[in-house]
């Protein structure tokens, strides 16, 4: 990881207001001077959104969680390469809604995804690229599902949001698992509140992360 980088990724169950919640820190920081990238996954290349199409929209059952898994790690492994390492080589703060977390999240921990494999895939592909703050954003389930069901951006990204409530259940308890196993990088923010509510809440875990940082 480059030496003067900063990384921090959103993570969270459907509806959760992550996208949101990046560009208003994006904003932010750039009013104070940074360098800011902000990124998705998967996507954030050419390559790693053809794959996003595979596995955001169709049907539910289209692939298995180790397919999902694997397609993650390739999307991960191109974005990584092109967008991620590079800006963070550059002195960037890079923004990223997803990261690593949600493979584990999705496919192993609420998923069926052997858990041995997403280790692998992890410790392979993200080598020392992790993140140095993992904001997961939680909302009750139905609140969250509601809030997806009305964001109507047409482009059919709701393969996910269609896995039924049981599934969405044990999400939102993987997320809590995984704040659990790495409360020093994961950090859950209450989502419930308005967008301003929410924001502080954010700048409040970023800020000292930006101490002795020169814009």
């Not at 750039?30 to 955001?56: N, Y």
């Not at 692939?63 to 960037?92: C, M, V």
Request: net charge positive; charged share 30%.
């Amino acid at each position: 990881m480059g030496a003067k980088g900063l990384f921090i990724t959103f993570e969270g169950g459907e509806g959760t207001g992550k996208s949101t919640q990046i560009a208003l820190l994006a904003d932010h920081l750039r009013q104070q001077g940074h360098a800011v990238l902000t990124t998705r996954e998967p996507g954030g290349t050419k390559s790693a959104e053809a794959i996003r199409k595979l596995l955001v929209t169709g049907e539910t059952g289209s692939l298995s969680s180790t397919a999902e898994a694997l397609l993650n790690y390739a999307a991960r492994d191109d974005h990584l390469r092109r967008i991620i390492r590079p800006a963070l080589a550059r002195g960037e703060i890079v923004l990223c809604d997803r990261f690593m977390d949600s493979t584990r999240a999705y496919q192993a921990y609420a998923g069926d995804c052997p858990a041995a494999l997403v280790d692998t895939l992890e410790r392979e592909v993200v080598d020392g690229t992790r993140p140095h703050l993992t904001l997961i954003f939680d909302l009750p389930v139905e609140t969250g599902l509601q809030r997806a069901a009305t964001r109507g951006d047409g482009k059919g990204e709701d393969r996910f949001e269609r896995f039924g409530r049981d599934f969405h259940d044990r999400l939102r308890q993987a997320w809590q698992r995984i704040a659990r196993e790495d409360p020093q990088r994961c950090k859950l923010v209450d989502a419930t509140g308005s967008i301003g509510e929410v924001a502080g809440r954010v700048r409040a875990l970023v800020q000292p992360l930006l101490k002795g940082r020169r814009p």
